[in-house]
């Protein structure tokens, strides 16, 4: 028996030579697991304590195993640790050595960009090109020897090329500067001189006016007319410019005189200006609202009631009839006169309606009865009653604009007189195409001719003038 025992624990041990430490832990932890297995079977089944102890002495035999193994586990640890201290020494210090390499390109590297971004001296100055140098050099530059290198050489005369060009441009700097000063010296003193002109001017132009009044030279009072004439609408400002050139001109016993508020024609003029460019204003704005608001109500209405017809006061709420706030008051005198005080015969005052584009004349009233039917009679088939174009009776309809009772009326002469031509309805080579043989259509026809020959004459303005007065002194030798 202990023979066998002996035998079991000389091949254990063979056994455990064989096998890796961590095979025999794992062998006797799997041997230790069974052995308590029997045991608590043997206590289960009430088997004999002699069985026990043999589990018993194999548990023990299992403990040494265990240390055994462990002790081999630690032993092997500290070699490997031994092997690997061994090992680290070489590989710390080619790390080291790889630290100091690395740390040395960093230091080439830097050194490297330092004098690839090195700026010389004459890095920035833009010099001339050689061909330039060689062609415009002075010869003493040219010809100078400052180092051996050719292109170094070459470079220090092109520096010095160009501080000698330098110090010329500073020479005419300076130059220019003093001249720059004396510029600004002369131009302060006329400056000075000419912010006392405007007072010299008025002392000198209220001086004046006594010499004006007595020689008939009314300057203040063109130079007045001429600045309202500038706010005039377009057709207005023709005729007030025709009717002063023929004043001027031929000596014409006629007076001009433009009447109306200035700022308000200013302001049209500005409100013009801005909706022919296409600017809106905050006023345009709020007419844009006011007009949509009203649009609104009117659909509204025209859903509640029926349609009306347009008439004169829908015209006027329609701000069909605008006229301009400026107008010209014509003063027509008697040019028959023998003494030097002239006869006044007639006032005419110009008007100018804007959304219809046509311009009416009326008579300024006075005590010595009516006169309108002076320029009804002033050219035949022209009593004004009627529209002078087709774009104008379009926008008006059937309303009626012009009465009897009103003074006011757009004559056809006033439009050719204000440069608003038109076609006539009727082409008068149609109607030579069409004459008949009729005696009747014949006389037509020639009146026709008669008066559009006579039509396209009425925009004179002798012819105007004449007429009129001769159509007053016959008025008033009547009275």
């Given at each position: ?7 079991g624990a ?10 890796s ?25 009430g ?23 462990n ?43 330092t ?12 010099l001339?090109?050689?061909?330039e ?28 090329f ?19 000063k ?34 008939g ?5 063109k ?7 500038e ?13 002063l ?12 005189e ?61 701000d ?27 006032i ?24 309108n ?23 008006v ?18 439009q ?8 006539p ?17 014949a ?6 001719r ?7 004459q ?22």
């Open positions: 028996m202990e023979d066998e025992d002996g035998q000389h091949s254990a041990e063979q056994h455990t030579l064989e096998e430490p961590y095979e025999i832990l794992q062998n006797c932890k799997g041997s230790a697991e069974n052995i308590v297995a029997e045991v608590l079977s043997v206590k289960k089944e088997k004999p304590k002699s069985h026990l102890r043999e589990l018993v002495t194999q548990m023990f035999l299992n403990f040494i195993t265990l240390r055994q193994a002790r081999s586990i630690l032993l092997e640890e500290d070699r490997v640790r031994m092997e690997t201290e061994h090992a680290k020494a070489p590989i710390d210090f080619s790390s080291l050595q790889l630290q100091n390499l690395m740390y040395e390109k960093s230091h080439y590297v830097k050194a490297i960009k004098c690839k971004d090195f700026k010389s001296r004459y890095s920035d100055i833009e001339v090109t050689e061909e140098f060689l062609r415009d050099g002075p010869d003493e530059i040219k010809h100078s020897f400052l180092s051996n290198d050719s292109a170094h050489n070459l470079m220090l005369k092109r520096l010095n160009e501080l000698f060009q330098r110090k010329e441009l500073c020479k005419l700097h300076s130059k220019l500067e003093q001249e720059k004396i510029l600004f010296d002369a131009i302060a003193n006329r400056k000075k001189f000419l912010s006392i002109l405007p007072s010299q001017f008025k002392s000198l132009k209220k001086a004046s006016l006594p010499i004006q009044s007595q020689l030279v009314q300057q203040t009072r130079l007045k007319h001429q600045s309202s004439a706010l005039l609408p377009p057709p207005l400002y023709v005729i007030y410019s025709q009717l050139a023929q004043k001027e001109a031929f000596g014409e016993s006629i007076d001009l433009i009447v109306g508020s200035l700022t308000d024609a200013q302001t049209f003029s500005r409100h013009q200006a801005h909706k022919d460019t296409g600017i809106s204003t905050t006023l345009d704005v709020t007419e844009l609202k006011d007009e949509a608001s009203d649009d609104i109500k009117d659909v509204q209405r025209q859903r509640k009631r029926p349609r009306i017809v347009r008439g004169k006061e829908s015209l006027y709420h329609l069909v009839l605008q006229i301009h706030p400026l107008k010209i008051n014509l003063h027509v005198y008697d040019d028959e006169v023998s003494d030097f005080k002239l006869e006044k015969l007639i005419l005052s110009f008007e100018y309606f804007v959304k219809l584009n046509m311009v009416c004349v009326g008579i300024e009233a006075s005590d010595d009865g009516p006169k039917d002076i320029l009804c009679n002033l050219f035949p088939d022209d009593t004004g009653l009627e529209l002078p174009h087709q774009s104008a009776k379009l926008i309809g059937d309303a009626i604009m012009f009465n009897e009772n009103r003074t006011s009326r757009p004559y056809k002469w006033a050719h007189l204000a440069g608003i031509d038109f076609l309805e009727v082409s008068p080579m149609l109607l030579a195409e069409h004459e008949t043989s009729d005696n009747g259509e006389a037509k026809t020639e009146d026709v008669s008066g559009l020959s006579l039509y396209l009425q925009n004179r303005i002798q012819t105007i003038l004449r007429r009129i007065r001769s159509q007053r002194k016959a008025q008033l030798a009547h009275l």
